[in-house]
């Protein structure tokens, strides 16, 4: 198991033993407004947050190909140095920036 920032990393059990029944018998009913008539929603500012980066992830390509054929090219030419200082500080600034 997995701890990420406070969040456990386990799988989950899909109910596939379980036969789904979509009568009206069974449907869920809505739920009644509270008193007033209206019910009151409040989002998070990290979901807020979530849903903003949730929504620029899906306006980037899934690789970037110009970086994946630099990086070869200098891996085929023996440019390519690793430093790991510099990738054990971006770790760190990125661990900090998810609050752990």
Known sequence: MTKITGYQNRPIQLGVDKKVSRSEET????VPAAAGGTTAVNITDQAKQLAALEQALQNLPAVNEARVAEIR???QDGRYQVNPERIADKLLRFEQELGG
């Open 73 to 75: 090219s200098a891996i």
């Open 27 to 30: 449907a869920p009913r809505a």
